[in-house]
């Protein structure tokens, strides 16, 4: 933590770990390269999530993979893109001091239990398990959809690791609420609310879905009341920090998903367009906020709103 930081005092707490602020980069932006996370670091973000990783390389699907919708929404379906747990695992080999929780994605108990016996040795925070990627079958939201699954899948990561776990969820089939109280039951420590959700689009002169898979998931702007609300429902009826995730462009965001019971906040399509500095403008705001607010601690507005 920086002198900056202990002077405002924007540090979390995550579980059992504390995070300088509560900036995060959300999963998939960004999200495979150690050289990237020092930049982000130097940028004064509070932790990092990676790209989603799997068991083997996956190649994804061909262009166009994201499309811009206006209004800072996106649509995306990159289909999961990423080296492998062993090529990721020399890639973060060398990582001393960056806050990293590594995304973990897979179809079976035996696969999340490779990874995480791949990936424990090296330094890094803990683990966001992606239950809830809306667009490849046998994986994320298909998962995330088959309670018996998700319980499978947690009490596996569970028992591969110390470390703090975090469930991503999204909104599918099952209730939000309740796909987040599987996952604690089955021994999750955080939970992260919410994926894309599922969404498509059409080109109407040539008739054809925009996206090469047709269906994608709909990020940035158009979903932050979604997330909201289910930062809001999970953090009032579970005793577990959350983390919000989904359209957040600015400090204020971050404040509003604070008060709404969130202990930290991921950003994740707006990089596309500000780049890792959003990282340091938002903390700058959040600091004048707790200046203006006169709070000890950012920590202090998280899940007010559960009073009214
Ligand atoms: C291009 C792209 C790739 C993504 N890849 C992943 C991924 O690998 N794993 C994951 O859990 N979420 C992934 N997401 C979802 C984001 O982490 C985040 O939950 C979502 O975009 C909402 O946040 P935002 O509105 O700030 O982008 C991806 C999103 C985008 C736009």
Redesign the pocket.
């Known amino acids: 933590m920086d002198i900056d930081d202990k002077n405002y005092n924007l540090s979390v707490k995550l579980d059992k770990t504390h995070l300088r602020n509560p900036t995060m980069l959300?999963?998939?932006?960004l999200g495979i390269s150690q050289s990237i996370f020092e930049r982000l670091y130097h940028e004064n973000i509070g932790a990092v999530v990676t790209?989603?990783i799997s068991v083997k390389p996956m190649k994804g699907y061909p262009n166009p993979t994201?499309i811009p919708l206006g209004g800072g929404s996106?649509l995306?379906a990159?289909g999961?893109s990423n080296p492998g747990v062993n090529a990721f695992s020399r890639e973060l080999s060398h990582n001393k001091i960056i806050p990293i929780f590594i995304?973990l994605?897979g179809s079976s108990e035996k696969e999340f239990s490779k990874m995480v016996k791949g990936f424990d040795a090296l330094n890094i925070l803990g683990y966001e398990i992606?239950l809830?990627?809306p667009h490849v079958s046998k994986m994320g939201m298909e998962v995330g959809d088959d309670p018996e699954a998700v319980n499978k899948i947690v009490k596996t990561v569970r028992m591969n690791t110390n470390k703090p776990i975090s469930v991503?969820v999204g909104v599918g089939s099952i209730d939000v609420v309740e796909l987040a109280r599987v996952a604690v039951d089955a021994g999750a420590d955080i939970i992260t609310a919410?994926?894309?959700l599922r969404a498509m689009s059409i080109d109407i002169e040539t008739m054809m879905p925009i996206l090469s898979n047709r269906i994608g998931?709909l990020?940035?702007n158009a979903?932050k009341p979604i997330g909201i609300r289910c930062v809001y429902e999970i953090s009032k009826k579970l005793e577990v920090p959350v983390i919000g995730?989904?359209?957040?462009s600015s400090w204020k965001d971050v404040v509003e998903y604070m008060i709404a019971g969130a202990s930290a906040v991921?950003?994740?399509?707006?990089l596309g367009s500000r780049g890792p500095r959003i990282f340091n403008q938002i903390t700058t705001g959040l600091k004048k906020y707790v200046e203006k607010k006169q709070l000890k601690n950012i920590g202090e507005i998280i899940g007010i709103s559960h009073k009214y």
């Open positions: 959300a999963s998939g932006i790209k989603s994201v996106y995306n990159v999961l995304s994605v992606n809830s990627c991503k919410i994926n894309t998931g990020s940035g979903i995730c989904g359209g957040v991921q950003i994740g399509s707006v």
